[in-house]
Structures are given as structure tokens and as C-alpha cells.
């Protein structure tokens, strides 16, 4: 909120927190998804 407040670039400083959100939790949650299909073909 500071750095808004001090350089008025909200819009680009939100896309910027949005894009490293992304780059954060997109492969997390793909790596997740491989962890169980593969674990659910090893419980069979």
C-alpha cells in the first residue's frame, strides 16, 4: 500500500502481484495434480 501510495502506479504494481502469484501457484498446483494421478495409478 506505501509503494502505491508514493509512485500512483496501482494498476501495474497489482499486475505485477498478480503475475508472481501465478508464477507461484500454477506449477505447484500442476505438480500436484501429477502427485495424485500418479498416485492413483499406483494404488491399483
Given amino acids: 500500500m506505501e509503494l502505491m501510495a508514493?509512485?500512483?502506479l496501482?494498476?501495474?504494481i497489482?499486475?505485477?502481484v498478480t503475475v508472481l502469484?501465478?508464477?507461484l501457484?500454477?506449477?505447484?498446483s500442476?505438480?500436484?495434480q501429477r502427485?495424485?494421478?500418479?498416485l492413483r495409478k499406483?494404488?491399483?
Fill in 6 to 8: 508514493s509512485t500512483y
Fill in 10 to 12: 496501482v494498476f501495474e
Fill in 14 to 16: 497489482w499486475i505485477t
Fill in 21 to 23: 502469484y501465478m508464477i
Fill in 25 to 28: 501457484t500454477v506449477p505447484v
Fill in 30 to 32: 500442476l505438480s500436484i
Fill in 35 to 38: 502427485l495424485e494421478v500418479h
Fill in 42 to 44: 499406483n494404488m491399483y
